[in-house]
């Protein structure tokens, strides 16, 4: 699978994910239950604010991962003073699930992208070939406009597709 195709393969793990730990709460007593779907309502919408405004990026990720540690908190309390059962497991489980998640998409998402030195080669290329093309049309007496106008729209789009496929965002 392609970058591209794994990152939205963890978008919809992470929902299952968090979903599956939303419904999973039902096993606890309240004040737990309340307060951790408060929390997995709020990391929802931090997780949201991170894929709407690349800016907040980073403060909604520190804010998830404080959220992450605050469900956990809260779960080992449950287990410590009130119940150790399987049905508890479960509800463990499912955070785990959250985290690892949150875990990978971090590392898809924000740390795996094209390396600069393979970017800083291909703007090196597009601009050899822009100079090569110009250098053959002065030498040329007949110059072929439309050509050279399909090779710098070509080289343009391959550029703009081979960068935006690295991002994180999905806009055209």
Known sequence: MDLYGERRALVLDEANAIHNSYLRTGYLVDPYR???RDLLSEYLDWRLTAVEDPANVEEAKT???EIQGELWAIADRYVLE??????VSAY??????????HARRVV????VNIPPMILLGLYG????TMFLAGMQAG???ERSVVGLIMMVLA???????????????RDF
């Open 155 to 169: 080289l343009s789009v391959v550029l703009y597709l081979v960068v935006d496929l690295s991002r994180r965002r």
């Open 125 to 128: 290329i597009t601009i050899l």
């Open 108 to 111: 898809k998402g924000l740390q």
């Open 63 to 65: 804010r998830s991962e």
């Open 82 to 87: 009130v119940d150790n059962s399987d049905t």
């Open 34 to 36: 309340t307060q951790s």
């Open 139 to 141: 030498y040329v007496p």
């Open 92 to 101: 463990v489980d499912s955070l785990y699930q959250v985290v690892d998640v």
